[in-house]
Each structure stands twice: as structure tokens, then as C-alpha cells.
């Protein structure tokens, strides 16, 4: 696991200067007032890290990630809400991830602005090189936009370097901007994420105080390459110049270990506690998936023995959620003290879902803790970004599955033990490997189903689930169930999101027109990457 740990409450003195370029709400405010304790002339580092913390508090939550993606790629399955399982999402969290994401981006925004005014720019270079911070800043924006433009399509778009018309994205004066193509985003953010790692001074900090992520500019710099390999293999055939993007992020380097991988490790206090600790303090709502238990113990997907990263992820069965979150019970490496929840079982079938909870297992302790790390990119997924862009590399493969479970914990013996006999390296074995390293990344696993159409274990709607129909140990044979999708002529995962209502209302003509441009205001509209 990663050992930075997030001063966060050192610098919330300095997050109420993000009220300085917020031009909307954050998710739980009900209004935005003055702030009399704002500047024109906040700190770089300030921002940085009020932002890179709100992102994370916003997409990692018990909402945007706990009752939308995370169980949608069935890393985790609801306990009660089950018709958000089965893709009836609130409309008002994607509104609220929407509102929020521009708002930091302002934030990100800012950071460029205050170290290119020559009257400022003085001033923040003793936070860091400008360079550094700049490129910083550019990183994260296209971070944000990914993010973006991955969940709902064509979105309104900024850029740092690229003065483009249909580029209208956070200009204060303009509350109706265009929504810019995803052909055009993405291939702007790739040439943002060089442009940004071509200006790093490597050898020198990106912060000189308050920085938790890179600590130098070699890091950033191997971050925004590993992006841009990421969203280069995603666009690959789509976007021109993706290939010569992947070779060239390649060549300028790529992560190289755990040690390169981007995570923020909250505070192991009350004060500043992960999200996912956060969403499970006053409620007891969500547990491990019965899918992916099923493909950790070998019994579905294409490896057919017991993973370790199993004992990582899951509590034993009989396990409750106060000796979870006291990190007090006795482990087991015992597969059958194992179940996942059934996931999407009928939303009227009070006496199956009592069942179901009563035989499954909720996520340890490792998970849902105060200080968790919750992960930007890491070096797993590069290597299996590399296994792929070379033509399903054994060697790539394996690194990434070692590494992989090297940052969980698992003891060197039982990865041994793991690697020794590991199916092959083929594009259904690496694409499966690495949606379990994505574990708790769920808008980048979900991405990847959509591109790939991996893993096939997956819990469609249509299909048939089962659940115990006792909550007796051993008892009664399972029960079936169909997985019924809530929304109409949804046959597979979700697509995209919904346009926010508040979009549709205030800036209708771009809406339809985006709308329009993508195929529709739909959930089963494709992504230009979606090849599934």
C-alpha cells in the first residue's frame, strides 16, 4: 500500500480559497456564501490539494461510486438499494459529480493562472517551480475532463493550450458554452499531457510544501505519460494520432514500480477519513460483490484457482460492520469463509435480499478504513496497458499481476504460489487480470468494460442469479432470480450518464445539440470508443 499520508487537515486553511473561482455548488452545500476568510491571492499548493482531495471525495463516495459505478462493474452490490444496482440511478448525484467537477477544474484553472500573471507568478514560485506547477495543474484538468467526457459524452471542454472555438468550458462570463466533440477532447488532452510532461523539470519538486502525490517532478512526469498511454490505448483507432501518442508516452517514460504509483491516502482521523469510511459510518449498505468473490475463489473467469487478494478485499463470513471498521476479527484464508452478495436481486423480494445479506461477506478492514488510499493511476494497469500494446506480452502480464497484489499485501509466498501454473497471457486473460487491479477504480474498470467488453463474468441483465434462500450456513439449495435492468432497452451495463436536468434546462440549445451529435440522451448511447 502507499505510506503518503495526506496532511489534510494541515491545509484546510487553505481550501476555503477554492470559494475564489467555485462558480457552483459543491455536492453538500445548499448555497455558496462569501467567504470572509478568501484571498485573491491563494496559495498554489492550497488549491492543488483542496481540489485533488474534493475529486476524490466526489467520484469515490458512497454515491457517485458506492450506488453507480462501483456496483455496476459488480466490485461491490448494494445490501438495500437495489434498484440502483439495476442502473436506476438518482439523477441528482450525477447533477451533483457534474457541478463539482467543473468547479474543481476552475480550481486546477487557477493554479495556471496565478503562476503565468507576472503578478503573481513571483509569489507562487516560492511554493515550487512555476513550470512544475503548471504542468501540474494541466495534468489534473485533463484528469478531470477524462472523467468527464468518459461519463457523458460530448461535454463543454478547456484547455490550457488550445484556443479553440468550441472550447468554452469554464469562462466565468459564459453560462451557456458548447459542448465540444469527445473526438476533439480527447485528442486535445493527449497533446495537454505532453505538452505538460515536456515542461517537468524532473529533477526538482513539483511542491515545495504540501505535497502529497509526487514529492518530484520524475513522478508527475511518469504519471502524465501513464495517462496519456492510458487514454491513447482507449482511443486507439478512434482518435488520429493516438498510436504515435502511446509510443511516444512509452518512450518518455511510463511508471516503473509501486513506487510510481498516484494515490491520496486520507487521514486516519475523524476529522478527514476516506469517502467509502465516510459513506459506511452511520450506515451499512454496501458488501463485496457476489461476482467477483466468485472470480477470486476460481469459480468463474478463465484461472480457475483461489486468488489471494480475496483475504484482502472480503471480511469472513459472520464478520459485522463494527468489528470492520474496529479492524477487530480473525482473518481466514479459508475460501469458504467467503460469499459475495448477490447482486440486482428483485427490488420487491424483501425475504431474498435479507437472505442474501445474511449469507455475504462486506469488504474488510483493509477497505474500509480512515486512512485508505483511494488510487489516481497505478503501476499495475501500465503494465497491462503494456502487455496489450505489445501484442498480449507474457512478461508485461505477469509484472502486473505481481504488482498488483504486491500493493495489497499479499505475502510473497502465496503469490508464488499464484503465479506458478497462471493461465497465459491472452487478451481475455489480461483485460480479466486487470479489472481485479482495477478493484476500487470503478470509473476506469467500467471504461474498460465498455472498450473491451471484459471481464465476461459479469452479471447481465437478462441472465439469472442465485442467492441462499436461508440465512443457515449450509442450509436450503440456492434460489434463482433474473437481473432485471430498470431502465428500457438497457441490455448491458450503462453507457453513459444522463445529461444533468439542470443542463437541459439552462443551456438547452448546446443540450440538444450535443444530445443529437452522440445518438441521444440515452444510457445505451456508445461512446466514439465503446466497442462493445
Given at each position: 500500500m502507499i505510506n503518503k499520508s495526506l496532511k489534510i487537515g494541515k491545509y484546510l486553511?487553505?481550501?476555503?480559497?477554492?470559494?475564489?473561482?467555485?462558480?457552483?455548488?459543491?455536492?453538500?452545500?445548499?448555497?455558496?456564501?462569501?467567504?470572509?476568510?478568501?484571498?485573491?491571492?491563494?496559495?498554489?499548493?492550497?488549491?492543488?490539494n483542496y481540489a485533488n482531495k474534493a475529486f476524490m471525495d466526489n467520484t469515490r463516495d458512497g454515491f457517485t461510486s458506492g450506488r453507480m459505478t462501483l456496483p455496476w462493474v459488480q466490485y461491490s452490490a448494494q445490501r438495500n438499494y437495489t434498484e440502483e444496482d439495476k442502473y436506476q440511478y438518482r439523477l441528482s448525484v450525477a447533477n451533483s459529480m457534474w457541478t463539482n467537477l467543473y468547479a474543481y477544474a476552475m480550481d486546477y484553472k487557477k493554479i495556471i493562472e496565478l503562476n503565468t500573471d507576472p503578478s503573481t507568478a513571483t509569489q507562487q514560485s516560492n511554493y515550487g517551480p512555476n513550470a512544475n506547477q503548471i504542468a501540474a495543474a494541466r495534468i489534473m484538468l485533463a484528469n478531470i475532463f477524462i472523467t468527464l467526457t468518459d461519463s457523458f459524452g460530448d461535454v463543454p471542454y478547456y484547455s490550457y493550450g488550445t484556443a479553440d472555438p468550441d472550447f468554452q468550458a469554464l469562462d466565468p462570463k459564459n453560462i451557456t458554452p458548447k459542448f465540444a466533440s469527445q473526438a476533439k477532447i480527447y485528442a486535445d488532452i493527449l497533446?495537454?499531457?505532453?505538452?505538460?510532461?515536456?515542461?517537468?523539470?524532473?529533477?526538482?519538486?513539483?511542491?515545495?510544501?504540501?505535497?502529497?502525490?509526487?514529492?518530484?517532478?520524475?513522478?508527475?512526469?511518469?504519471?502524465?505519460?501513464?495517462?496519456?498511454?492510458?487514454?491513447?490505448?482507449?482511443?486507439?483507432g478512434v482518435v488520429p494520432g493516438a498510436d504515435a501518442a502511446i509510443q511516444d508516452a512509452i518512450a518518455s517514460g511510463v511508471m516503473q514500480s509501486n513506487d510510481d504509483t498516484v494515490g491520496l491516502t486520507y487521514e486516519n482521523t475523524d476529522n478527514n477519513p476516506s469517502p467509502m469510511w465516510t459513506a459506511n459510518l452511520t450506515r451499512n449498505d454496501f458488501a463485496i460483490n457476489k461476482t467477483l468473490v466468485e472470480m477470486l475463489k476460481g469459480n468463474k473467469g478463465p484461472f480457475g484457482k483461489t486468488d489471494p487478494r480475496l483475504f484482502q478485499w472480503a471480511a469472513p463470513l459472520g464478520v459485522t460492520q463494527a468489528q470492520v471498521k474496529a479492524g477487530n476479527y480473525e482473518e481466514s484464508t479459508d475460501p469458504a469463509d467467503y460469499a459475495g452478495m448477490p447482486y440486482g436481486v428483485p427490488t420487491n423480494g424483501i425475504a431474498a435480499n435479507q437472505s442474501a445479506i445474511g449469507r455475504s461477506s462486506l469488504f474488510s478492514k483493509n477497505i474500509v478504513k480512515k486512512n485508505y488510499t483511494e488510487v489516481y493511476m497505478e503501476y499495475a494497469e501500465v503494465e497491462f496497458l503494456l502487455s496489450e500494446v505489445n501484442?498480449?506480452?507474457?512478461m508485461n502480464y505477469e509484472n502486473g499481476v505481481k504488482a498488483s497484489m504486491q500493493r495489497w499485501g499479499v505475502p510473497t509466498a502465496e503469490i508464488a504460489t499464484y503465479m506458478s501454473g497462471l493461465a497465459p497471457a491472452s487478451k481475455e486473460t489480461v483485460l480479466t487480470q486487470k479489472y481485479l487491479a482495477l478493484f476500487g477504480q470503478p470509473y476506469e474498470a467500467w471504461s474498460e468494460y465498455r472498450r473491451t467488453g471484459y471481464p465476461k463474468t459479469l452479471l447481465l441483465p437478462g441472465q439469472t442469479g442465485t442467492y441462499n434462500s436461508s440465512v443457515t450456513v449450509g442450509g436450503v439449495p440456492s434460489t434463482t432470480y433474473t437481473f432485471n435492468s430498470l431502465i428500457t432497452g438497457l441490455t448491458d451495463l450503462p453507457t453513459r450518464f444522463y445529461y444533468p436536468t439542470q443542463v437541459q434546462t439552462l443551456n438547452k440549445a448546446n443540450w440538444e445539440a450535443a444530445s443529437t451529435a452522440i445518438g441521444g440522451d440515452q444510457m445505451n448511447s456508445k461512446l466514439i470508443w465503446d466497442k462493445n
Amino acid at each position: 500500500m502507499i505510506n503518503k499520508s495526506l496532511k489534510i487537515g494541515k491545509y484546510l486553511l487553505f481550501a476555503v480559497i477554492a470559494s475564489a473561482s467555485m462558480t457552483s455548488c459543491r455536492q453538500d452545500l445548499e448555497s455558496i456564501n462569501t467567504n470572509p476568510n478568501s484571498t485573491d491571492k491563494p496559495t498554489s499548493f492550497g488549491l492543488f490539494n483542496y481540489a485533488n482531495k474534493a475529486f476524490m471525495d466526489n467520484t469515490r463516495d458512497g454515491f457517485t461510486s458506492g450506488r453507480m459505478t462501483l456496483p455496476w462493474v459488480q466490485y461491490s452490490a448494494q445490501r438495500n438499494y437495489t434498484e440502483e444496482d439495476k442502473y436506476q440511478y438518482r439523477l441528482s448525484v450525477a447533477n451533483s459529480m457534474w457541478t463539482n467537477l467543473y468547479a474543481y477544474a476552475m480550481d486546477y484553472k487557477k493554479i495556471i493562472e496565478l503562476n503565468t500573471d507576472p503578478s503573481t507568478a513571483t509569489q507562487q514560485s516560492n511554493y515550487g517551480p512555476n513550470a512544475n506547477q503548471i504542468a501540474a495543474a494541466r495534468i489534473m484538468l485533463a484528469n478531470i475532463f477524462i472523467t468527464l467526457t468518459d461519463s457523458f459524452g460530448d461535454v463543454p471542454y478547456y484547455s490550457y493550450g488550445t484556443a479553440d472555438p468550441d472550447f468554452q468550458a469554464l469562462d466565468p462570463k459564459n453560462i451557456t458554452p458548447k459542448f465540444a466533440s469527445q473526438a476533439k477532447i480527447y485528442a486535445d488532452i493527449l497533446k495537454e499531457l505532453k505538452a505538460a510532461s515536456d515542461m517537468i523539470k524532473t529533477d526538482e519538486v513539483v511542491f515545495t510544501n504540501g505535497d502529497v502525490l509526487f514529492g518530484d517532478g520524475l513522478k508527475l512526469k511518469r504519471f502524465a505519460n501513464s495517462l496519456r498511454l492510458r487514454l491513447g490505448v482507449r482511443v486507439k483507432g478512434v482518435v488520429p494520432g493516438a498510436d504515435a501518442a502511446i509510443q511516444d508516452a512509452i518512450a518518455s517514460g511510463v511508471m516503473q514500480s509501486n513506487d510510481d504509483t498516484v494515490g491520496l491516502t486520507y487521514e486516519n482521523t475523524d476529522n478527514n477519513p476516506s469517502p467509502m469510511w465516510t459513506a459506511n459510518l452511520t450506515r451499512n449498505d454496501f458488501a463485496i460483490n457476489k461476482t467477483l468473490v466468485e472470480m477470486l475463489k476460481g469459480n468463474k473467469g478463465p484461472f480457475g484457482k483461489t486468488d489471494p487478494r480475496l483475504f484482502q478485499w472480503a471480511a469472513p463470513l459472520g464478520v459485522t460492520q463494527a468489528q470492520v471498521k474496529a479492524g477487530n476479527y480473525e482473518e481466514s484464508t479459508d475460501p469458504a469463509d467467503y460469499a459475495g452478495m448477490p447482486y440486482g436481486v428483485p427490488t420487491n423480494g424483501i425475504a431474498a435480499n435479507q437472505s442474501a445479506i445474511g449469507r455475504s461477506s462486506l469488504f474488510s478492514k483493509n477497505i474500509v478504513k480512515k486512512n485508505y488510499t483511494e488510487v489516481y493511476m497505478e503501476y499495475a494497469e501500465v503494465e497491462f496497458l503494456l502487455s496489450e500494446v505489445n501484442g498480449w506480452s507474457q512478461m508485461n502480464y505477469e509484472n502486473g499481476v505481481k504488482a498488483s497484489m504486491q500493493r495489497w499485501g499479499v505475502p510473497t509466498a502465496e503469490i508464488a504460489t499464484y503465479m506458478s501454473g497462471l493461465a497465459p497471457a491472452s487478451k481475455e486473460t489480461v483485460l480479466t487480470q486487470k479489472y481485479l487491479a482495477l478493484f476500487g477504480q470503478p470509473y476506469e474498470a467500467w471504461s474498460e468494460y465498455r472498450r473491451t467488453g471484459y471481464p465476461k463474468t459479469l452479471l447481465l441483465p437478462g441472465q439469472t442469479g442465485t442467492y441462499n434462500s436461508s440465512v443457515t450456513v449450509g442450509g436450503v439449495p440456492s434460489t434463482t432470480y433474473t437481473f432485471n435492468s430498470l431502465i428500457t432497452g438497457l441490455t448491458d451495463l450503462p453507457t453513459r450518464f444522463y445529461y444533468p436536468t439542470q443542463v437541459q434546462t439552462l443551456n438547452k440549445a448546446n443540450w440538444e445539440a450535443a444530445s443529437t451529435a452522440i445518438g441521444g440522451d440515452q444510457m445505451n448511447s456508445k461512446l466514439i470508443w465503446d466497442k462493445n
